[in-house]
């Protein structure tokens, strides 16, 4: 059973940081992608950043790019988002994704979904 388990979440003022942790379980870690995304209140999931152990590559959304960073652990199966100089605009539930490709940050490329941690910033 392919299972994908975010943590990490919570409250934190303007300007701080988080690490998130997506432990992966049930498929071949290095075969899928990994993606992160969010979803604010009332509006769209929408693709944070990828990672691909196969094409050996990342990828970030252009409102996190330079203060967002994805990288992965294969032996322990977890993929982690670093969250830094967070906004208020970065507030809404975390989820990670895994899938087959292709590659990229669009949510419907991804096939197995965690449960989502909530990430609030206060301004």
């Known amino acids: 059973e392919v299972q994908l388990q975010a943590s990490g979440g919570g409250l934190v003022q303007a300007g701080g940081s988080l690490k998130l942790s997506c432990a992966a379980s049930?498929?071949?870690?290095?075969?899928?992608?990994i993606g992160w995304f969010r979803q604010a209140p009332g509006k769209e999931r929408e693709g944070v950043s990828c990672?691909?152990?196969?094409?050996?590559?990342?990828d970030y959304a252009a409102s996190v790019k330079g203060r967002f960073t994805i990288f992965s652990d294969n032996a322990k199966k977890t993929v982690y988002l670093q969250t830094n100089s967070l906004k208020s605009e970065d507030t809404g539930v975390y989820y990670c994704?895994?899938?087959?490709?292709?590659?990229?940050?669009?949510?419907?490329?991804?096939?197995?979904w965690g449960q989502g941690t909530l990430v609030t910033v206060s301004s």
């Open positions: 994704g895994a899938g087959f490709g292709p590659y990229g940050l669009g949510p419907t490329r991804y096939n197995y």
């Open positions: 990672i691909s152990s196969l094409e050996n590559s990342t």
């Open positions: 049930g498929f071949v870690f290095e075969d899928y992608d």
